[in-house]
T-cell receptor
Framework: AQTVTQSQPEMSVQEAETVTLSCTYD???????LFWYKQPPSRQMILVIR??????QNATENRFSVNFQKAAKSFSLKISDSQLGDTAMYFC???????????FGEGTQLTVNP | EAQVTQNPRYLITVTGKKLTVTCSQN?????MSWYRQDPGLGLRQIYY???????DKGDVPEGYKVSRKEKRNFPLILESPSPNQTSLYFC??????????????FGQGTRLTVV
């Protein structure tokens, strides 16, 4: 069974600075997808970024980028130029290529301070 | 607009009183699932369905039932709720298959309190 671990329950960053959220996972699969979801106070689950394991290039979406280290089974999220609206709970998630089930980490509560 | 609709968004009930949380999607997705979110535990899968009349247990199925009589609907049933089922619940849907779009769509969540 796959497991996903987020070792930082809480983090804070000053507005306009850069922050990195950590995620590690364990799987015996070679092909899979990794995701970061954002959950603001509204509770909505918002997909931030996704990475396909067979792609070596790290995914980027505007201010959000990942550092995907397949051998180390690490998938960190970097948020550049942090904004107050980035304050949210962030979840790392794993999905096998051949399946549909998502396995989530414990979550990291990020607070962006003015 | 593509969406997953959950109802109700908030619910307070008493121990033992049967309740149903509804979930409906308009994207013709085959796969639907229910998760519960608890502090420090992330989201854990309760039940899932690969298609109509096909359901299976996730990681924490005890105390829950589901049904999938129509492709668009996937209700979550608590026959006899207990306080340890107080949680935030999410319904999600997605396509299936290796070539399927990888994104899962989530409902807005249901905050359930059992007293």
């Amino acid at each position: 069974a796959q497991t996903v671990t987020q070792s930082q329950p809480e983090m804070s960053v000053q507005e306009a600075e850069t922050v990195t959220l950590s995620c590690t996972y364990d799987t015996s699969e070679n092909n899979y997808y990794l995701f970061w979801y954002k959950q603001p106070p509204s509770r909505q689950m918002i997909l931030v970024i996704r990475q396909e394991a067979y792609k070596q290039q790290n995914a980027t979406e505007n201010r959000f980028s990942v550092n995907f280290q397949k051998a180390a089974k690490s998938f960190s999220l970097k948020i550049s130029d942090s904004q107050l609206g980035d304050t949210a709970m962030y979840f790392c998630a794993f999905r096998e290529t051949s399946g549909s089930r998502l396995t989530f980490g414990e979550g990291t509560q990020l607070t962006v301070n003015p | 607009e593509a969406q997953v609709t959950q109802n109700p968004r908030y619910l307070i009930t008493v121990t033992g009183k049967k309740l149903t949380v509804t979930c409906s999607q308009n994207m013709n997705h085959e796969y639907m699932s229910w998760y519960r979110q608890d502090p420090g535990l992330g989201l854990r899968q309760i039940y899932y369905s690969m298609n109509v009349e096909v359901t299976d247990k996730g990681d924490v199925p005890e105390g829950y039932k589901v049904s999938r009589k129509e492709k668009r609907n996937f209700p979550l049933i608590l026959e006899s709720p207990s306080p340890n089922q107080t949680s935030l619940y999410f319904c999600a849907s997605s396509r299936t298959g290796v070539r399927a779009v990888t994104e899962a769509f989530f409902g807005q969540g249901t905050r359930l309190t059992v007293v």
